[in-house]
Protein backbone atom coordinates (compact mmCIF):
# COMPACT_ATOMS: atom_id res chain seq x y z
CA UNK A 1 0.00 0.00 0.00
CA UNK A 2 1.05 3.48 -0.59
CA UNK A 3 0.65 6.47 0.84
CA UNK A 4 2.44 9.04 -1.25
CA UNK A 5 2.12 9.38 -4.83
CA UNK A 6 5.94 8.52 -6.97
CA UNK A 7 5.54 11.58 -9.42
CA UNK A 8 6.71 14.92 -7.60
CA UNK A 9 3.85 16.83 -8.65
CA UNK A 10 1.01 15.12 -7.35
CA UNK A 11 3.36 13.76 -3.98
CA UNK A 12 3.45 17.91 -3.60
CA UNK A 13 -0.24 17.90 -3.54
CA UNK A 14 -0.68 15.27 -1.04
CA UNK A 15 1.76 16.93 1.26
CA UNK A 16 0.32 20.53 0.87
CA UNK A 17 -3.22 18.96 2.24
CA UNK A 18 -1.74 17.07 4.96
CA UNK A 19 -0.17 20.14 5.72
CA UNK A 20 -3.67 21.80 5.63
CA UNK A 21 -5.23 19.54 7.58
CA UNK A 22 -2.78 19.57 10.31
CA UNK A 23 -2.96 23.16 10.11
CA UNK A 24 -6.96 23.21 10.23
CA UNK A 25 -6.67 20.57 12.93
CA UNK A 26 -4.41 23.09 15.07
CA UNK A 27 -6.45 26.35 14.74
CA UNK A 28 -9.40 24.51 15.65
CA UNK A 29 -7.54 23.54 19.19
CA UNK A 30 -6.33 26.97 19.53
CA UNK A 31 -9.74 28.27 19.25
CA UNK A 32 -11.59 25.89 21.27
CA UNK A 33 -9.03 26.51 24.25
CA UNK A 34 -9.37 30.57 23.63
CA UNK A 35 -12.91 29.97 23.94
CA UNK A 36 -12.78 28.16 27.01
CA UNK A 37 -10.57 30.47 28.71
CA UNK A 38 -13.62 32.95 28.13
CA UNK A 39 -16.30 31.19 29.20
CA UNK A 40 -14.08 30.86 32.16
CA UNK A 41 -13.57 34.52 33.09
CA UNK A 42 -17.20 33.80 33.86
CA UNK A 43 -16.60 31.60 36.89
CA UNK A 44 -15.03 35.18 38.33
CA UNK A 45 -18.43 36.54 40.17
CA UNK A 46 -18.61 32.83 42.02
CA UNK A 47 -14.86 33.40 43.07
CA UNK A 48 -15.36 36.91 44.44
CA UNK A 49 -18.77 35.55 46.22
CA UNK A 50 -17.44 32.08 47.57
CA UNK A 51 -14.48 34.31 48.98
CA UNK A 52 -16.90 36.98 50.37
CA UNK A 53 -19.17 34.66 51.61
CA UNK A 54 -16.24 32.59 53.13
CA UNK A 55 -14.81 35.80 55.17
CA UNK A 56 -18.31 36.63 56.08
CA UNK A 57 -18.86 33.38 57.65
CA UNK A 58 -15.61 33.22 59.64
CA UNK A 59 -16.04 36.70 61.08
CA UNK A 60 -19.09 36.44 62.13
CA UNK A 61 -18.37 32.85 63.67
CA UNK A 62 -15.30 34.63 65.47
CA UNK A 63 -18.20 37.56 66.86
CA UNK A 64 -20.72 34.72 68.07
CA UNK A 65 -17.78 33.22 70.21
CA UNK A 66 -16.79 36.24 71.55
CA UNK A 67 -20.35 37.28 72.20
CA UNK A 68 -21.09 34.14 73.79
CA UNK A 69 -18.31 35.09 76.89
CA UNK A 70 -20.48 38.18 77.32
CA UNK A 71 -22.10 37.28 80.97
CA UNK A 72 -26.41 37.10 81.19
CA UNK A 73 -27.07 37.67 77.53
CA UNK A 74 -24.10 35.82 75.51
CA UNK A 75 -26.31 33.07 74.75
CA UNK A 76 -28.53 34.97 72.93
CA UNK A 77 -26.20 37.48 71.44
CA UNK A 78 -24.92 34.20 70.05
CA UNK A 79 -27.24 32.79 68.24
CA UNK A 80 -28.46 35.55 65.38
CA UNK A 81 -24.81 36.33 64.44
CA UNK A 82 -24.31 32.44 63.70
CA UNK A 83 -27.56 32.73 61.38
CA UNK A 84 -25.80 35.43 59.55
CA UNK A 85 -22.39 32.94 59.56
CA UNK A 86 -24.99 30.51 58.14
CA UNK A 87 -25.99 33.07 55.45
CA UNK A 88 -22.00 33.71 54.63
CA UNK A 89 -21.75 30.30 54.42
CA UNK A 90 -24.62 30.21 51.83
CA UNK A 91 -23.30 32.68 49.59
CA UNK A 92 -19.84 30.62 49.71
CA UNK A 93 -21.50 28.03 48.35
CA UNK A 94 -23.45 29.62 45.81
CA UNK A 95 -20.19 31.17 44.65
CA UNK A 96 -19.17 27.46 44.49
CA UNK A 97 -21.70 26.45 42.55
CA UNK A 98 -21.41 29.05 40.05
CA UNK A 99 -17.72 28.24 39.38
CA UNK A 100 -18.41 24.53 38.73
CA UNK A 101 -20.94 25.34 36.42
CA UNK A 102 -19.07 27.11 34.21
CA UNK A 103 -16.69 25.07 34.61
CA UNK A 104 -18.78 22.50 33.37
CA UNK A 105 -20.13 24.66 30.36
CA UNK A 106 -16.26 25.61 29.90
CA UNK A 107 -15.10 21.57 29.48
CA UNK A 108 -18.48 20.60 27.25
CA UNK A 109 -17.97 23.55 24.63
CA UNK A 110 -14.28 23.01 24.83
CA UNK A 111 -14.88 19.33 24.04
CA UNK A 112 -17.57 19.87 21.18
CA UNK A 113 -15.74 22.42 19.30
CA UNK A 114 -12.56 19.99 19.07
CA UNK A 115 -14.48 17.02 18.34
CA UNK A 116 -16.96 17.85 15.82
CA UNK A 117 -14.10 20.22 13.57
CA UNK A 118 -11.33 17.82 14.16
CA UNK A 119 -13.87 14.60 13.20
CA UNK A 120 -15.06 16.35 9.68
CA UNK A 121 -11.53 17.65 8.66
CA UNK A 122 -9.59 14.35 8.67
CA UNK A 123 -13.05 12.92 6.17
CA UNK A 124 -12.26 15.80 4.03
CA UNK A 125 -9.28 14.65 3.66
CA UNK A 126 -8.89 11.01 4.51
CA UNK A 127 -12.00 10.08 1.61
CA UNK A 128 -9.87 11.52 -0.70
CA UNK A 129 -6.65 9.99 -0.35
CA UNK A 130 -8.32 6.61 0.60
CA UNK A 131 -9.82 6.47 -2.64
CA UNK A 132 -6.44 7.47 -4.01
CA UNK A 133 -4.75 4.51 -2.35
CA UNK A 134 -7.62 2.12 -3.55
CA UNK A 135 -7.25 3.46 -6.74
CA UNK A 136 -3.24 3.23 -7.29
CA UNK A 137 -3.24 -0.47 -5.94
CA UNK A 138 -5.64 -1.74 -8.16
CA UNK A 139 -3.59 -0.05 -11.21
CA UNK A 140 -0.80 -1.64 -10.40
CA UNK A 141 -2.10 -4.98 -9.59
CA UNK A 142 -3.50 -4.63 -13.16
CA UNK A 143 0.04 -3.64 -14.49
CA UNK A 144 1.21 -6.61 -12.70
CA UNK A 145 -1.41 -9.11 -14.23
CA UNK A 146 -1.18 -10.89 -17.64
CA UNK A 147 -2.19 -8.42 -20.42
CA UNK A 148 -2.66 -5.53 -17.99
CA UNK A 149 0.07 -2.78 -20.00
CA UNK A 150 -2.85 -3.74 -22.42
CA UNK A 151 -5.85 -2.82 -20.40
CA UNK A 152 -3.47 0.27 -19.25
CA UNK A 153 -2.51 1.74 -22.69
CA UNK A 154 -7.01 0.76 -23.24
CA UNK A 155 -7.59 3.56 -20.64
CA UNK A 156 -5.12 6.26 -21.65
CA UNK A 157 -6.62 5.90 -25.37
CA UNK A 158 -10.11 5.76 -23.61
CA UNK A 159 -9.15 8.97 -21.23
CA UNK A 160 -8.63 13.01 -21.67
CA UNK A 161 -7.05 13.19 -25.13
CA UNK A 162 -4.83 16.12 -24.58
CA UNK A 163 -2.35 14.08 -22.97
CA UNK A 164 -2.03 11.75 -25.99
CA UNK A 165 -0.51 14.49 -28.06
CA UNK A 166 2.51 14.64 -25.90
CA UNK A 167 3.18 10.36 -27.06
CA UNK A 168 4.81 9.97 -30.33
CA UNK A 169 2.69 9.18 -33.12
CA UNK A 170 2.97 6.41 -34.99
CA UNK A 171 1.84 5.80 -39.29
CA UNK A 172 -1.99 4.71 -38.55
CA UNK A 173 -2.22 6.58 -35.09
CA UNK A 174 -2.24 5.45 -31.69
CA UNK A 175 -5.36 3.49 -31.37
CA UNK A 176 -3.83 1.43 -34.15
CA UNK A 177 -0.66 0.89 -32.88
CA UNK A 178 -2.47 -0.64 -29.77
CA UNK A 179 -4.74 -2.81 -32.20
CA UNK A 180 -1.43 -4.20 -34.06
CA UNK A 181 0.16 -4.86 -30.29
CA UNK A 182 2.74 -2.27 -30.57
CA UNK A 183 5.00 -2.89 -27.47
CA UNK A 184 6.84 0.50 -27.47
CA UNK A 185 3.07 2.47 -28.08
CA UNK A 186 1.62 -0.03 -25.49
CA UNK A 187 4.45 0.86 -23.22
CA UNK A 188 4.12 4.29 -23.85
CA UNK A 189 -0.08 4.61 -22.98
CA UNK A 190 0.50 2.19 -20.08
CA UNK A 191 3.14 4.89 -18.63
CA UNK A 192 0.51 7.81 -19.33
CA UNK A 193 -2.12 5.81 -17.34
CA UNK A 194 0.59 5.59 -14.03
CA UNK A 195 1.69 8.99 -14.46
CA UNK A 196 -2.44 10.33 -14.30
CA UNK A 197 -2.63 8.00 -11.01
CA UNK A 198 0.89 9.34 -9.35
CA UNK A 199 3.21 6.20 -10.19
CA UNK A 200 5.84 5.77 -12.43
CA UNK A 201 6.66 3.14 -15.13
Same mark, same amino acid.
Not at 42 to 62: W, Y
Not at 89 to 107: E, I, K, R, W, Y
Given at each position: ??L???T?????????????? $??? /? #??? *????? !?????? &??????????Q????S???????????????????????????????????????????????????? $??? /? #??? *????? !?????? &?????????????????L???????????????????????L??P??????????????????L???? $????????
Amino acid at each position: MRLYAQTPARRSRQLFADLIA $LFL /I #AVT *VSFAL !VVRDAI &LTLAEPGRKAQSAGDSLASSLDDAGNAASKVPFVGGSLKKPLQSAAHAGTSLSDAGQSLQDTVGHVAT $LTT /I #ALI *VLPTA !VIPMLW &LVPRARWIRRTATTRRLLDAPGGADLLALRALTGPQRPLSALPTPPGGLADAWRRGDPDVIADLAALT $LRRVGLRP
